[in-house]
């Protein structure tokens, strides 16, 4: 029998682009604020309704390649464009798409309006191990929602 559920790979892709070699994906997560009111004539009962939804960043981790989209957007959203104005497309919208064992896209997520707010070129090297250089990106963003 073979579980649906075993060996799950996926792609991410931005502007059009799937990103090479990434290895890891932080969780997707939200958190809905509670606020917590009482009505005038029930002073002892406590409602709670939903407030503002918040998104956690989503963090991207690969083995250092030649390929240089992380450099490239990270530096997006600190420097200036070549006509000397602010970066024009330091917000992208990222695509995770979850594949099974077969190939086939089994779900799929858009986060919105993304921008790298922490970019790591290198990890602390030392030559007495046997690590693999990462390179990470943290995205803040303004949203997520499932598209398969």
Known sequence: M???HDNFKFRVEWDGNQIAG???VSALRRTTEVIEHREGNEPSVERRLPGRTKYDPITLERGITKDTAFEDWANSVIGPSPAGGVA???RKDVTIEVIDEFGAVVRAYRASRC???EYQALPQLDADTNWV???QIRLENEGWERVL
Request: hydrophobic share 45%.
């Open 115 to 117: 921008w790298v707010s």
């Open 133 to 135: 250089a990462i390179e």
């Open 88 to 90: 024009h497309s330091f």
């Open 22 to 24: 990434i290895s890891r």
């Open 2 to 4: 073979i579980d649906p």
